[in-house]
């Protein structure tokens, strides 16, 4: 008996399919408040101009899910993902940082809980090289609740109005001729 594969990890991408040129990523979980600013950009950017983007820049609501990330940041040029954070800081502070600073292996034991976007950096680099982005930028907003939830908070949302203006100006200076308006 021969089993196949249910998908192909090491291709990612279809024979047809290529990688973009840019990937915005939004991680986290949407019923715990602020946790899920990242899928709200990613939902809302793509809401507001995503049908203006061609196939050279690609918006993905990875959820929770770093395998997710790992694998559609295969062959991409250049990587933004926007996460919720707790540091302490103030709520909806948006802080904008370099991957390779948050790059880490995961000592885990790599459960889907376990292996989040930041051990899927360095997973990626690990495989796959240098078809792996080395241009990764991840904006993070300082949660004020991750309780449970559908709604982000008031600073969080202001944070993340941030965060959409500075991909609407990275998006602008890959694709110019892209019109960026705030939809109604």
């Known amino acids: 008996m021969v089993v196949s594969p249910v998908a192909d990890v090491a291709a990612s991408?279809?024979?047809?399919?290529?990688?973009?040129?840019?990937?915005?990523?939004?991680?986290?979980?949407?019923?715990?408040?602020?946790?899920?600013?990242g899928p709200w950009v990613a939902r809302e950017l793509q809401r507001r101009i995503g049908s203006r983007l061609g196939p050279?820049?690609?918006?993905?609501?990875?959820?929770?899910?770093?395998m997710e990330v790992m694998f559609a940041a295969r062959?991409?040029?250049?990587?933004?993902i926007v996460d919720a954070c707790r540091?302490?800081?103030?709520?909806?502070?948006?802080?904008?940082?370099?991957?390779?600073?948050?790059t880490e292996a995961s000592d885990h034991s790599?459960?889907?809980?376990d292996f989040r976007w930041n051990h899927a950096l360095y997973g990626g680099q690990q495989m796959y090289g240098d078809a792996f982005p080395t241009r990764?930028?991840?904006f993070l907003v300082e949660?004020?609740?991750?309780?449970?939830?559908?709604q982000l908070s008031t600073v969080v949302q202001a944070g993340a109005e941030q965060v959409l203006?500075?991909?609407?100006?990275?998006?602008?200076?890959?694709?110019?001729q892209t019109v960026l308006t705030k939809a109604n």
């Open 87 to 102: 540091g302490g800081g103030v709520a909806g502070s948006v802080f904008r940082v370099p991957g390779s600073e948050l």
């Open 56 to 66: 050279d820049i690609r918006i993905l609501d990875a959820g929770t899910s770093g």
């Open 143 to 150: 949660a004020a609740s991750l309780d449970f939830g559908l």
């Open 165 to 176: 203006e500075a991909l609407e100006r990275e998006i602008r200076a890959l694709k110019p």
């Open 13 to 37: 991408q279809s024979a047809t399919e290529t990688a973009p040129r840019c990937l915005i990523i939004g991680c986290g979980n949407p019923s715990r408040s602020d946790d899920g600013v």
């Open 75 to 80: 062959g991409v040029e250049k990587l933004f």
């Open 110 to 113: 790599y459960t889907m809980h």
């Open 136 to 138: 990764v930028e991840v």
